[in-house]
């Protein structure tokens, strides 16, 4: 649990940060502050890797899942970090297919809903790029945050899909993606 055992209520930090004090005058803080965390552990935690990251299913799910997804998001590894230079990017150099199952079906359709196959791109391998440097992966990043990248055709396709629009008596857009 990363709240103190002290707090009874989880809003108790968002007041602490707001005002200083508790609601009843009782500072926020009890005891001793943490140790230092050394300047080895604090660069490694922070430079340019694959990181664990819960990724929504939607922006991951293969093209046959396209109601009810459980769970809602997933852990992947994915590039974050910082780099030697503020004019670099943490992008991938190599990247792995996953395969995971989750639950997927039609809604209201109980009959409909089972286990899913779905794949996901996780991060490998990652360093940092200047923009101007030729992209690492083989695919160039879809400007577009309504797209996503097919990674054996590179062409950025609209996340939505148009199945999700017609459930709903409307038509997808596929240039604008709504």
Do not use: I
Request: proline residues 9%.
């Amino acid at each position: 649990n990363p709240l103190p055992a002290s707090w009874p209520h989880p809003s108790q930090p968002l007041l602490c940060l707001l005002g200083g004090r508790l609601l009843h005058g009782a500072p926020c803080w009890e005891g001793e502050p943490l140790g230092a965390v050394n300047f080895p552990t604090v660069y490694n935690r922070s430079f340019c890797q694959p990181k664990e990251m819960l990724v929504p299913v939607s922006e991951e799910h293969s093209a046959e899942v396209e109601h009810l997804l459980a769970p809602s998001c997933v852990a992947l590894h994915r590039c974050a970090g910082c780099c030697a230079d503020e004019g670099l990017q943490c992008v991938p150099t190599r990247m792995h297919v996953v395969v995971m199952e989750v639950m997927g079906g039609r809604a209201g359709e109980r009959k409909s809903r089972g286990w899913v196959k779905s794949q996901a791109l996780q991060g490998g391998e990652c360093q940092g790029w200047a923009d101007s440097d030729e992209n690492p992966s083989s695919c160039p990043p879809c400007s577009d945050k309504r797209k996503r990248q097919d990674p054996q055709t590179c062409q950025c396709r609209c996340r939505r899909r148009s199945q999700h629009c017609r459930d709903r008596g409307l038509e997808l857009n596929e240039h604008s993606c709504r």
